[in-house]
């Protein structure tokens, strides 16, 4: 994958609290590098995956669909996909899938590592 | 444009520009930018059915009527579908993928999917400038008068 198809991704670990903060657009040529990187952190089994979006001023619906998957996948293994700190304008597909209720949204990290 | 993901942004970048120019709330320009990645990704995904040497052509039209309009034409060489098949599916089946259409026709006023003569489909979206909107984007950008004349397009040689 070049460097152009792939998002860089921050891990830190609080925990049993694992925290990913990709930094860039999330559209189609990068949701595949999303994805495996939410892969390799669920392997650890965090009982909380929070997905901070504070570097994300742009994602598209093939974002999203990472984000559904991931979500369900990490239910499946007993824990939680919790997402923050979401920009306008990533917020507003959200809002226009109707899928605001579907994600636990919570205003930032601070918030959800403290539930 | 070639059909690879790479070129996304910078599709979205042009589409964003000019309709921040036209005067386009800047969330809004941000959703009419969202509504052309996901064509041209349904283009990439099914059409071309992830080959990367597809050609792609998007052409812009900043229609300078009241109230302005933005008018977006998207064309390929893919495989042809019925356009009656081109639909959204249901919100309420949660589940990865299939939003695209549904995200394209929320955002924009006309949405029309038809046969390109000689091959391939074109889709045809346009979005006016809502009421009042261009006045209070104006008086916040700087040395922008907020319109484009008609006749902005970008083409790639069809032939």
């Given at each position: 994958m070049s460097k152009i198809d792939s998002i860089e991704v921050k891990l830190q670990k609080q925990g049993d609290a694992t925290v990913l903060s990709p930094v860039g657009d999330i559209d189609l040529s990068r949701a595949s590098s999303f994805r495996q990187q939410i892969v390799s952190a669920l392997t650890s089994k965090p009982r909380l995956l929070l997905i901070d979006l504070?570097?994300?001023p742009y994602m598209d619906s093939s974002g999203v669909a990472t984000l559904l998957e991931m979500m369900q996948a990490t239910k499946r293994g007993g824990g939680k996909l919790v997402l923050c700190s979401i920009q306008p304008k990533v917020r507003s597909i959200f809002e226009i899938a109707r899928l605001e209720t579907v994600f636990t949204i919570v205003a930032n990290a601070d918030d959800a590592l403290k539930s | 444009m070639l059909s690879q993901p790479r070129f996304l942004a910078a599709a979205r970048a042009m589409i964003g520009n000019l309709a921040q120019r036209l005067g386009f709330p800047e969330i809004l320009c941000g959703q009419i930018s969202l509504a052309v990645d996901e064509a041209l990704c349904n283009i990439i995904n099914?059409?071309?059915?992830?080959?990367?040497d597809g050609h792609i052509w998007l052409s812009v039209w900043a229609l300078d009527q009241e109230p302005a309009q933005l008018r977006i034409v998207i064309e390929d060489r893919a495989k042809q579908v019925?356009?009656?098949?081109i639909r959204s599916r249901e919100l309420?089946?949660?589940?990865?993928?299939?939003l695209g259409v549904y995200i394209i026709k929320e955002i924009m006023d006309d949405v029309t999917y038809e046969h390109r003569e000689g091959g391939g489909m074109r889709l045809t979206m346009s979005k006016s400038l809502p009421s009042g909107t261009a006045e209070s984007s104006n008086s916040t950008t700087?040395?922008?008068?907020?319109r484009v004349s008609s006749g902005a397009k970008t083409v790639e040689d069809k032939s």
């Open positions: 504070a570097g994300v | 099914h059409g071309y059915e992830k080959k990367p019925d356009p009656k098949l309420d089946d949660i589940r990865p993928g299939g700087s040395g922008s008068r907020g």
